[in-house]
């Protein structure tokens, strides 16, 4: 089992920047994909960005492209988000989540998850 704890969020001017964190214990964590979701109110669940047990591998859905880095640090057993030129648009609870196996898009194959992290992004 893997334990996640989301850090980080909170207010920004559009075209600012936050870095979220996102600690894991309780197993491995190099064991485990690692991924980024996001939910607004009224809106599904949503991919944001995934990286692979290596760190090799790292996928992001289109809209945060060019924006958004994922990262892992393997002696911190934490995983990051950094969000530039944010904008509105981003305004959502961010959640980490953890799996075994092969990288994925879709939150229904992830079996950990964190409590979430508000972002608020202010025109």
């Known amino acids: 089992q893997v334990h996640l704890v989301e850090s980080g969020g909170g207010l920004v001017q559009a075209g600012g920047s936050l870095r979220l964190a996102c600690a894991a214990s309780?197993?491995?964590?190099?064991?485990?994909?690692m991924g980024w979701f996001r939910q607004a109110p009224g809106k599904e669940r949503e991919f944001v960005a995934a990286?692979?047990?290596?760190?090799?591998?790292?996928s992001y859905v289109d809209s945060v492209k060019g924006r958004f880095t994922i990262s892992r640090d393997t002696a911190k057993s934490t995983v990051y988000l950094q969000m530039n030129s944010l904008t509105p648009e981003d305004t959502a609870v961010y959640y980490c989540?953890?799996?075994?196996?092969?990288?994925?898009?879709?939150?229904?194959?992830?079996?950990?998850w964190g409590q979430g992290t508000q972002v608020t992004v202010s025109s």
């Open positions: 990286i692979s047990t290596g760190g090799g591998y790292r």
């Open positions: 309780g197993s491995t964590f190099s064991r485990y994909v």
């Open positions: 989540a953890a799996k075994t196996g092969v990288s994925s898009q879709y939150s229904r194959e992830y079996g950990y």
